[in-house]
Nanobody, 125 residues
């Protein structure tokens, strides 16, 4: 089993930045694809970013390209999401997820095997 814990969320003004962390425990996730998703009130959970097991490949949802950066430190069993130029529409609960096996870059929620509890990001205008 893999446990994922997100942290780093908070209340920020538009234009600000946050760095979210996703710490894994239970087993190493160095061979797992990690994804970030978010869910705003009244909306479905949507894909934000994903990173391959090596960290060499990433993919982003179009609205966050150029503002969000996903990275990982396999030695620390941790994945990060740097969020810059925050907008009010970025307000959501942000979740990280892990997909076992050689799945490549996964944007589909159902492929992920493990999920964290989420961290709230609120952007004020």
């Amino acid at each position: 089993q893999v446990q994922l814990v997100e942290s780093g969320g908070g209340l920020v003004q538009a234009g600000g930045s946050l760095r979210l962390s996703c710490a894994a425990s239970g087993r190493t996730v160095s061979t797992y694809t990690i994804g970030w998703f978010r869910q705003a009130p009244g909306k479905e959970r949507e894909f934000v970013a994903t990173i391959s097991w090596s960290g060499g490949f990433t993919r982003y949802e179009d609205s966050v390209k150029g503002r969000f950066t996903v990275s990982r430190d396999n030695a620390k069993n941790t994945v990060y999401l740097q969020i810059n130029s925050l907008k009010p529409e970025d307000t959501a609960i942000y979740y990280c997820a892990a997909a076992a096996g050689n799945r490549g870059l996964v944007t589909t929620r159902s492929i992920y095997d493990y999920w964290g509890q989420g961290t709230q990001v609120t952007v004020s205008s």
